[in-house]
T-cell receptor
Framework: KQEVTQIPAALSVPEGENLVLNCSFT??????LQWFRQDPGKGLTSLLL?????REQTSGRLNASLDKSSGRSTLYIAASQPGDSATYLC???????????FGDGTTLTVKP | DAGVIQSPRHEVTEMGQEVTLRCKPI?????LFWYRQTMMRGLELLIY????????DSGMPEDRFSAKMPNASFSTLKIQPSEPRDSAVYFC?????????????FGPGTRLLVL
């Protein structure tokens, strides 16, 4: 059974700082990995999706990397802004069923 | 497109009552997912459909839960009878993928409280 862990559970940084969020998974036989953002009381918004054959994806100030062999992914946020404050979740889709297993998320606070 | 639409946004009911949650996926999306989110268990996949057919319902907690997708533009998740431990936020998501696991688009969720 796939297990997805996100550490730390919470992170607070000053505005402008670069930061890295971590996601680890136990079964490296994955189809893809997706990073989501969730604002309080809202649904999830997809940020980046990395296929199993890819090493990284970039969108604006966000860069996600994938290392299947070590069961790890990172989400790099450059020049953080208060508007980046949210909970970030990673989701791993398995190859057999395709359904995603979600981590518990990292709650990020960017202080002005 | 308006995105994934869920109704109601909030539901408060008493234990033992039937609860029906509704979802309208994004037009043209082949996959529809129902999730439940709680502080204790995080985000859990309950069931998902492909072209209106249930593919995997192994996440449905028990027989009190049932889901249907009578057509490509509508799905329901029903709880009968409801219990306090069913209190959670229920999300519907849809995906355009020709294969499983492609980008999912989430609705705003239904916040359910069972007293």
């Amino acid at each position: 059974k796939q297990e997805v862990t996100q550490i730390p559970a919470a992170l607070s940084v000053p505005e402008g700082e670069n930061l890295v969020l971590n996601c680890s998974f136990t079964d490296s036989a994955i189809y893809n990995l997706q990073w989501f953002r969730q604002d309080p009381g809202k649904g999830l918004t997809s940020l980046l999706l990395i296929q199993s054959s890819q090493r990284e994806q970039t969108s604006g100030r966000l860069n996600a990397s994938l290392d299947k062999s070590s069961g790890r992914s990172t989400l790099y946020i450059a020049a953080s802004q208060p508007g980046d404050s949210a909970t970030y979740l990673c989701a791993v889709a398995g190859t057999n069923a395709g359904k995603s297993t979600f981590g518990d998320g990292t709650t990020l606070t960017v202080k002005p | 497109d308006a995105g994934v639409i869920q109704s109601p946004r909030h539901e408060v009911t008493e234990m033992g009552q039937e609860v029906t949650l509704r979802c309208k996926p994004i037009s043209g999306h082949d996959y529809l997912f129902w999730y439940r989110q709680t502080m204790m268990r995080g985000l859990e996949l309950l069931i998902y459909f492909n072209n209106n057919v249930p593919i995997d319902d192994s996440g449905m907690p028990e027989d009190r839960f049932s889901a249907k997708m009578p057509n490509a533009s509508f799905s329901t998740l029903k709880i009968q009878p409801s219990e306090p431990r069913d209190s959670a936020v229920y999300f519907c998501a849809s995906s355009p993928g020709a294969w499983e696991g492609e980008t999912q688009y989430f609705g705003p969720g239904t916040r359910l409280l069972v007293l």
